[in-house]
């Protein structure tokens, strides 16, 4: 299906990887960059189908379409704003909503899944071609052969930017990162990218930051029964792999944070 750009859609929102649009009729349209590669679109498709599928607050693919010679899909139109705007309009919401987040993410990890990659093959090859030493790439590996497997659905890039706050509630955008694991390994991402993703990183934000993943992983530990124990064995591989594509925001106060987990876990840490 092919589609035409017309002079009354309205820009929704632009990321990294691509932009999107409303195009009436209650549709949205997601334009992808050019970068980004069709296996990302297809786990993108997989994803959101398979957890819309299972319940999950998220909206399925309509269709994929050709805008003009770039690649897109089309999707329900949501209407709401993300947990980030909603917090920056009414900062005394915040402990509420990132409670109501970690309830949705232990919600995302309940049910049992199959039919995409695995979180343990993603976190290899980011280790792999990341920048690490060879002698830490090498007792990494190792020591993630050695984690649980586990079979849940993990979104894989569960930040307040990707949930919208909506009249029926809390909604998840953007699958195209997801896998099939421990959910452990995707509530350890979801704090750090709170604490070290993209944004602002001034010194009262991130404390702010601090906060804010602290109070997410509390809330999800105590919905989830998961121990911290549980949590730590994965926080070195996890923050070792995003390495690969880590966003240059509060470099010193992760590599703080990675040591810390890689001396914890018996692994060497970065000089």
Same mark, same amino acid.
């Given at each position: 299906?092919?589609?035409?750009?017309?002079?009354?859609? =309205?820009?929704?929102?632009?990321?990294?990887?691509?932009? /999107?649009?409303?195009?009436?009729?209650?549709?949205? /349209?997601?334009?992808?960059?050019?970068?980004?590669?069709?296996?990302?679109?297809?786990?993108?498709?997989?994803? @959101?189908?398979?957890?819309?599928?299972?319940?999950?607050?998220?909206?399925?693919?309509?269709?994929?379409?050709?805008?003009?010679?770039?690649?897109?899909?089309? !999707?329900?139109?949501?209407?709401?704003?993300?947990? *980030?705007?909603?917090?920056?309009?009414?900062? =005394?919401?915040?402990?509420?909503?990132?409670?109501?987040?970690?309830?949705?993410? #232990?919600?995302?990890?309940?049910?049992?899944?199959?039919?995409?990659?695995?979180?343990?093959?993603?976190?290899?090859?980011?280790?792999? !071609?990341?920048?690490?030493?060879?002698?830490?790439?090498?007792? *990494?590996?190792?020591? &993630?052969?050695?984690?649980?497997?586990? +079979?849940?659905? =993990?979104?894989?890039?569960?930040?307040?930017?990707?949930? =919208?706050?909506?009249?029926?509630?809390? /909604?998840?955008?953007? %699958?195209?990162?997801?896998?099939?694991? @421990?959910?452990?390994?995707? *509530?350890?991402? +979801?704090?750090?990218?709170? $604490?070290?993703?993209?944004?602002?990183?001034?010194?009262?934000?991130?404390? %702010?930051?601090?906060?804010?993943?602290?109070? &997410?992983? #509390?809330? !999800? $530990?105590?919905?989830?029964?998961?121990?911290?124990?549980?949590?730590?064995? %994965?926080?070195?591989?996890?923050?070792?792999? %995003?390495?690969?594509?880590?966003?240059?925001? $509060?470099?010193?106060?992760?590599?703080? !944070?990675?040591?810390?987990?890689?001396?914890? *876990?018996?692994?060497?840490?970065?000089?």
């Amino acid at each position: 299906m092919r589609l035409k750009r017309e002079g009354d859609w =309205l820009l929704l929102g632009r990321g990294k990887s691509s932009e /999107v649009f409303r195009i009436g009729n209650g549709e949205v /349209v997601k334009i992808f960059h050019p970068a980004v590669s069709d296996e990302m679109i297809d786990r993108e498709i997989t994803a @959101a189908t398979l957890a819309s599928s299972l319940g999950l607050p998220t909206a399925a693919p309509r269709a994929r379409v050709d805008v003009e010679g770039e690649r897109a899909l089309i !999707y329900p139109e949501i209407s709401g704003i993300s947990i *980030a705007l909603a917090i920056r309009k009414q900062p =005394l919401s915040a402990a509420s909503l990132l409670r109501e987040m970690a309830g949705l993410l #232990h919600s995302v990890h309940t049910p049992s899944a199959s039919g995409l990659r695995t979180v343990k093959s993603v976190l290899q090859t980011d280790i792999d !071609y990341g920048p690490a030493p060879e002698r830490l790439k090498s007792a *990494a590996r190792d020591y &993630l052969a050695r984690l649980p497997e586990g +079979s849940q659905i =993990l979104h894989g890039d569960f930040h307040i930017d990707n949930i =919208l706050v909506s009249d029926s509630g809390l /909604v998840i955008l953007d %699958w195209a990162k997801a896998a099939i694991g @421990a959910p452990a390994a995707d *509530a350890v991402r +979801s704090e750090m990218l709170m $604490r070290f993703g993209e944004g602002p990183a001034d010194p009262i934000t991130n404390i %702010w930051r601090d906060w804010a993943a602290g109070q &997410l992983g #509390h809330a !999800y $530990r105590k919905q989830s029964c998961l121990t911290p124990d549980q949590l730590n064995q %994965w926080r070195p591989v996890v923050a070792l792999a %995003w390495l690969r594509a880590r966003p240059p925001v $509060r470099d010193k106060a992760f590599t703080r !944070y990675l040591n810390k987990a890689l001396r914890d *876990a018996g692994l060497p840490i970065l000089s």
